[in-house]
């Protein structure tokens, strides 16, 4: 399973940006869905995610600003990030958490899409 992330660009503060991320092929059983990001010099840090329930979790650092949504049928997730500060600039992935098969967890990563916002 390959995950495809897309979306990313230049954005200047206070735009929006809307990221994608497809998987290649459907995953058995999927556990939950995140996106995290990663600024220069910095740890990879959990952005958002949303369970196969659909219950969402945000950093405080993101909450009101952006919305991460699901696509069962399409095998994508979303994160919609609206009023954009310099501060989110970052390369963003998107990671599934979940089973390949019955008995076979999977951790699947995307290579992630660049986020710059400028001031």
């Known amino acids: 399973v390959q995950l495809q992330a897309s979306g990313g660009g230049l954005v200047q503060a206070g735009g929006s940006l809307r990221l994608s991320c497809a998987a290649s092929?459907?995953?058995?059983?999927?556990?939950?869905r995140n996106w995290y990001r990663q600024a220069p010099g910095m740890q990879r840090e959990l952005v958002a995610s949303?369970?196969?329930?659909?219950?969402?979790n945000y950093a405080d650092s993101v909450k009101g600003r952006f919305t991460i949504s699901s696509d069962n049928a399409k095998n994508t997730v979303y994160l919609q990030m609206n009023t954009l500060k310099p501060e989110d600039t970052a390369r963003y992935y998107c990671?599934?958490?979940?089973?390949?098969?019955?008995?076979?967890?999977?951790?699947?990563w995307g290579k992630g899409t660049q986020v710059t916002v400028s001031s």
């Open positions: 949303i369970s196969s329930g659909g219950r969402t």
């Open positions: 990671n599934v958490v979940g089973y390949s098969d019955p008995w076979t967890g999977a951790d699947y």
């Open positions: 092929e459907a995953i058995f059983k999927i556990d939950a």
